[in-house]
């Protein structure tokens, strides 16, 4: 069987190197994946760095059902994020002229809930969650809210998580696949590798 670039399902992953596999190679989609700030920032923000691979990553999964997770911190990280982003369109030169900052906030929110309207996803709760965020944060240096994206996808039951960020590579590829843009690819298994995890 080939790599996970062709096959994210079976035999592939223990083939890929540190279990970070380029979204763009995916061909036979996962079942599940739990989706988190940076990803999703990316797919919806056209100026965000790995929009284009995110997005359309993001619509494939949509498209192929695969059910994505999510939680409370992240849809609050989005507000925060929605809301930095917005002040700084309306402070370029040149911005759209009588657009606020919540018009623009509102309109990057209307659109992830959009999505979650669209997709099947599905909202875990925190609570089950807290010990084995504390054991993630003490074990891999991950922050809390981090912490919580990635103990997720072992008690979720999904294939890996959908980020942007390369500091998801310090956690034991084992616990943690990653889909992530080629961009991103070579860097998150960088962390992995000075992280002391193996290849395989």
């Known amino acids: 069987m080939g790599s996970i670039e062709s096959d994210p399902i079976g035999a592939g992953p223990a083939r890929t190197p540190y279990r970070v596999f380029p979204t763009e190679g995916v061909t036979r989609m996962p079942k599940a994946v739990v989706i988190e700030r940076s990803f999703v920032l ?18 494939r999964m949509v498209a192929a059902e695969t059910t994505l997770f999510f939680n409370d911190v992240l849809e609050l990280q989005l507000q925060d994020d929605a809301f930095d982003l917005a002040e700084r369109e309306v402070g370029v030169p040149g911005a759209r002229s009588g657009t606020t900052v919540s018009e623009l906030a509102r309109s990057m929110l209307a659109r992830w809930q959009s999505l979650i309207s669209s997709a099947d996803a599905v909202y875990v709760e925190l609570a089950p969650l807290l010990e084995d965020v504390l054991y993630y944060r003490e074990r891999f240096g991950l922050p809390a809210l981090d912490s919580v994206q990635a103990a997720m996808v072992m008690a979720s039951g999904a294939d890996g998580i959908a980020t942007v960020d390369r500091n998801f590579g310090a956690v034991d590829p084992s616990l943690l696949p990653i889909f992530t843009p080629q961009s991103f690819v070579q860097s998150t298994r960088d962390t992995r590798s000075a992280s002391g995890w193996p290849m395989r």
Do not use: R, W
């Not at 284009?52 to 990553?57: P, V």
């Open 42 to 59: 990316a797919a919806l923000e056209g100026a965000v760095p790995g929009h284009d691979a995110a997005a359309a990553f993001l619509e």
